[in-house]
């Protein structure tokens, strides 16, 4: 069980957009700790997509965007590619657990 | 290119001991903090240690604190991960990744060494 909560899987049609919600608590993202976002494609390492919130690394394309409100996050992919099809994960810094960073449990991406 | 490459995984039986290594290339690792994140098989990411550029600070999660030794060699571009009293809970690949400066996320990755706790 994650301290952060993720939708096991969505799905969307090529071109079409999807959300992805990271909820956590009062110790984490509501503490106001900034949320960052990785994407995994399969067989590979995770990759940074989103960090701070809302921050895009070089590369990354402008289809992801991140926010956060309250005690939960969301990242946003519009214009689905067959290439997006991969694990999400949101990551945060939690103060109930010394020093401890926590990730989501992931979500699984289907295009279809 | 920033570059992270971890080696020494493999098969150890309960209760044995191995130690991870991950090799540092295209940034300055001494002025980095450094983390280690584990992927049991089908399974999520899970954070398990974390130390700063000069091994000031330390950082467990409760799953290992007491039985798994984070480190670096500044010198040698190296983080490295002792892991003892090792159980069958703990097989996964083992990521090292690289902390941005400023935001607390992890830009660099690397390509993961595969640990097997089993008789």
């Known amino acids: 069980q994650s301290v952060l909560t993720q939708p096991p899987s969505v799905s969307g049609a090529p071109g079409q957009g999807v959300t992805i919600s990271c909820t956590g608590s009062s110790s984490n993202i509501g503490a106001g700790y900034d949320v960052h976002w990785y994407q995994q494609l399969p067989g590979t390492a995770p990759k940074l997509l989103i960090y701070?919130?809302?921050n895009r690394p070089s590369g990354v394309p402008d289809r992801f965007s991140g926010s956060k409100s309250g005690t939960s996050a969301s990242l946003a992919i519009t214009g689905l590619q067959a290439e997006d099809e991969a694990d999400y994960y949101c990551q945060c810094y939690d103060s109930s657990l010394s020093g401890s960073r926590v990730f989501g449990g992931g979500t699984k991406l289907t295009v279809l | 290119e920033a570059q992270l490459v971890e080696s020494g995984g493999g098969l150890v039986q309960p209760g044995g001991s191995l130690r991870l290594s991950c090799a540092a290339s295209?940034?300055?690792?001494?002025?980095?903090?450094m983390n280690w994140v584990r992927q049991a098989p089908g399974k999520g990411l899970e954070w398990i240690s974390y130390?700063?550029?000069?091994?000031?600070?330390?950082f467990y999660a409760d799953s290992v604190k007491g039985r798994f030794t984070i480190s670096r060699d500044n010198a040698k571009n190296s983080l490295y991960l002792q892991m003892n009293s090792l159980r069958a809970e703990d097989t996964a690949v083992y990521y090292c990744a690289k902390r941005m400066s400023g935001p607390d996320a992890f830009d660099i990755w690397g390509q993961g060494t595969m640990v097997t706790v089993s008789s």
């Open positions: 130390i700063t550029s000069i091994s000031t600070t330390i």
């Open positions: 701070g919130n809302t």
């Open positions: 295209g940034f300055t690792f001494n002025t980095f903090a």
